[in-house]
């Protein structure tokens, strides 16, 4: 079993920035893709963006790329998601999701417990 540990979140004001982390329980290849979804008040969870430990292989949500950006440090074991020019829209609870390394025989999918950000002024 793997558990992620988010940080980062809080209150911003409009064009504002957060940078979100999320660190894996286990070593870094206990996980293969890390991930960021969010979920805004009566809105369904949402893809965020998508990285590897090697960092060749990422993706995000086409409405955000531009300002968020999504980084993975293996040495420090921690994946970080940089939102820049934030928009009240943005305002959600914000979760790390992680697949478990088949190699190791886990399947599963994790995920985080959330950090709250909201983007006021």
């Known amino acids: 079993q793997v558990q992620l540990a988010e940080s980062g979140g809080g209150l911003v004001q409009p064009g504002g920035s957060l940078r979100l982390a999320c660190a894996p329980s286990?070593?870094?290849?206990?996980?293969?893709?890390m991930a960021w979804f969010r979920q805004a008040p009566g809105k369904e969870r949402e893809f965020v963006a998508y990285?590897?430990?090697?960092?060749?292989?990422?993706a995000y949500a086409h409405s955000l790329e531009g300002r968020f950006t999504i980084s993975a440090d293996s040495a420090k074991n921690t994946v970080y998601l940089q939102m820049n020019t934030l928009k009240p829209e943005d305002t959600a609870v914000y979760y790390c999701?992680?697949?478990?390394?088949?190699?190791?025989?886990?399947?599963?999918?994790?995920w985080g417990q959330g950090v709250q950000v909201t983007v006021s002024s």
């Open positions: 999701n992680a697949d478990g390394n088949p190699v190791y025989g886990d399947y599963n999918v994790y």
């Open positions: 286990r070593r870094t290849l206990s996980t293969t893709v």
């Open positions: 990285i590897n430990w090697t960092g060749r292989n990422v």
